[in-house]
């Protein structure tokens, strides 16, 4: 089992920039495929961005691509999601994940293990 916490949200403008972080317990965070997902208000839950417990792939939802960058340090047992060129549309309630599956699933219901969550707000 594995415990996520997040941090980094906050309120920015449009154009900033934040960085999320997610340390997880337990000393077997490598072995985990790692999720950033959020979700809006009204709106389902939805994968931004992803990286395989090898470093070797990664997804990134379209809507994301070229601002977000997810990465991982495994001596740290953190996973962390640059994000640039924030946008308003970008606000929402973001979340780590863990899945257990060697591929990167792209739906809630690949993941096992759920952070609490980090609020992130742009403003226009």
């Known amino acids: 089992q594995v415990q996520l916490v997040e941090s980094g949200g906050g309120l920015v403008q449009a154009g900033g920039s934040l960085r999320l972080s997610c340390a997880a317990s337990?000393?077997?965070?490598?072995?985990?495929?790692m999720g950033w997902f959020r979700q809006a208000p009204g709106k389902e839950r939805e994968l931004v961005a992803a990286?395989?417990?090898?470093?070797?792939?990664?997804y990134y939802a379209d809507s994301v691509k070229g601002r977000f960058t997810i990465s991982r340090d495994n001596a740290k047992n953190t996973v962390y999601l640059q994000m640039n060129n924030l946008k308003p549309e970008d606000t929402a309630v973001y979340y780590c994940a863990a899945s257990v599956f060697s591929g990167i699933a792209t739906i809630p219901g690949g993941y096992n293990y759920w952070g609490q969550g980090t609020q992130v707000t742009v403003s226009s």
């Open positions: 337990g000393r077997t965070f490598s072995s985990y495929t």
């Open positions: 990286v395989s417990k090898s470093v070797r792939s990664t």
